[in-house]
């Protein structure tokens, strides 16, 4: 399996070539040639795997240069009932995202059982153990860089930590992010996660990470690297959970079910997206938003039209506060068919601050082919939701999953089961859930007193050129081989 870049104008790569990188170096994203298909009979053996099980059926497919024996045993490593143990009362761990049926037709699928309690730790933590294996064959080391606000950078720290070859050095707005958010990153110990507390706000992190990257002799000497939403890795790792789920609330294949997705950088939705491109019978994918509507606008609309920093909300569903969704290129591209040169073309508008509209071409026709719908949820309705799943059904959910309900309620059709993805648990968000039921979230044992353990940060000026020499004075990679 090769992979080629959206734009169009850089040579196709195999699975591990792509795996430390970014972009592509024409500004594209990467995907596959042709995505795999799944035929009926295939599925139907699918059906009874356990996760590792079905994630080994669905990412050999994609990473084909890696033996089948070692892919095997990164899986079997990642997906444990141990690493992903924070599940409901009466959920068995060994279904690593179990699905939480609501009421008939109406389920959650909870991916947020991994160690920072959201569902990022799905694809990170088997990135982690990729990183490690494709270092160690290279006989290289990476150092890490990040900004982050929260879910990103702890669910990267988590995934790294004591990974040999690896180093993580993530930048936070100091004293902005949650208290429980700042214990998470900020008590891990190990030696290789260096937590940077940056004086100023969370875009003063990220001008650092695009100086440091900007500067290409730095970025090349120092080895550095990211593991921003856009790698390839984490959208394949992904779509594993979607037929996880699909198999839960179905009998057989002859039965559909939607999904619906709380969104914003469209990693997650583009991951059911590939599912269904797969065989994989999904009717409806469902885009969630916040007041960060950008996405919502374009499926109502065809018109994209990414917003400033400036004019970004910051919501009670701060995950998903996006300016613009940095995998949407990605479906753009199949949207167009694979019209790499129209992408460019669109693309060239947005990366120059402008939009564009689909909706005259005639492309954005096929969004109903390729099952997309939409919706948005305010503060308000997310707070109600969360007292009508509490008050209905007696299960807590946090504030993007609110989001999602909000929005699945919306599309539900008879006959066909709606399946909400959980995307963090409600413990990582105490503030919104005091104030919508007037209690505190229960916390998964062993998280009672985070805030109270040591913690391990450096705080420094938002000055790119001090962080590169922290990054020098600090770098392990010549110690770990
Ligand atoms: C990252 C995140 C999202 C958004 O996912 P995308 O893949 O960026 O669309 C939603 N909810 C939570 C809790 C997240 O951490």
């Known amino acids: 399996m090769k992979y080629i870049s959206t734009r169009g104008q850089s040579p196709a790569q195999s699975f591990c070539e792509i795996l430390l990188g970014g972009l592509a170096p024409d500004g594209g994203l990467y995907l596959p040639e042709t995505y795999p298909h799944f035929s009926d009979a295939e599925l139907a053996q699918m059906r009874g795997m356990t996760y590792p099980e079905l994630a080994f059926a669905v990412l050999s497919r994609f990473a084909t240069d890696i033996p089948a024996d070692d892919l095997k045993a990164i899986i079997d490593k990642t997906y444990t009932a141990e690493v992903y143990c924070n599940v409901r009362a009466g959920e068995d761990a060994q279904d690593i995202t179990p699905l939480h049926t609501l009421e008939p037709g109406l389920a959650l699928l909870c991916l947020s059982n991994g160690p920072t309690l959201a569902f990022k730790d799905m694809a990170m933590q088997l990135l982690g153990n990729l990183f490690e294996y494709v270092l160690a064959k290279a006989g290289q080391g990476i150092n890490i860089l990040g900004a982050t606000s929260g879910d990103t950078g702890s669910s990267a720290e988590y995934a790294m930590r004591g990974k040999q070859g690896v180093n993580v050095f993530m930048l936070s707005p100091h004293g902005k992010m949650s208290r429980f958010q700042t214990a998470q990153m900020f008590s891990l110990q190990d030696p290789n996660i260096y937590n940077i507390a940056v004086k100023g706000v969370f875009d003063d992190c990220q001008d650092i990470v695009k100086a440091v990257s900007n500067d290409h002799a730095f970025k090349q000497a120092n080895r550095i690297g990211a593991v921003n939403s856009i790698n390839w890795a984490r959208v394949a790792a992904q779509i594993v959970y979607y037929f996880k789920g699909y198999f839960a609330a179905t009998t057989d294949n002859s039965q559909q079910v939607s999904f619906t997705v709380p969104s914003g950088n469209f990693g997650n939705v583009c991951a059911g997206h590939i599912a269904r491109m797969m065989g994989l ?15 919502d606008e374009f499926f109502r609309t065809g018109v994209y039209r990414p917003r400033g920093a400036a004019n970004t909300w910051h919501t ?10 940095s995998n949407f290129e990605r479906f753009v591209f199949d949207l167009v068919g694979r019209d790499a040169d129209q992408v ?8 120059n601050g402008g939009a564009f509209n689909l909706n005259v071409g005639g492309s954005f026709a096929n969004v109903t082919e390729f099952g997309f719908q939409s919706g948005a949820s305010s503060h308000a309705n997310r707070m109600q939701t969360i007292r009508n799943v509490w008050e209905t059904y007696g299960v807590m959910i946090d504030t993007h999953t609110a989001d999602g309900v909000k929005v699945a309620l919306e599309y539900r059709e008879a006959g066909v089961p709606m399946l909400v993805l959980e995307t963090a648990l409600p413990a990582k968000f105490e503030d ?21 353990l040591p913690q391990r940060f450096e705080v420094m000026e938002a000055d790119a050129e001090a962080i590169k020499g922290f990054i020098v004075q600090h770098t392990r990679l010549g110690q770990s081989h």
């Open 281 to 295: 019978p999904i009717r409806h994918l469902v885009v969630a938003t916040n007041e960060n509507d950008v996405l």
């Open 316 to 325: 009670s569903s701060p995950s998903m506060d996006i300016s613009k969704a």
């Open 344 to 351: 460019r073309e669109l693309w060239g508008e947005v990366d």
């Open 432 to 452: 919104s859930i005091r104030e919508a039921l007037g209690r505190d979230p229960v916390r998964p044992a062993g998280m009672e007193a985070l805030e109270s």
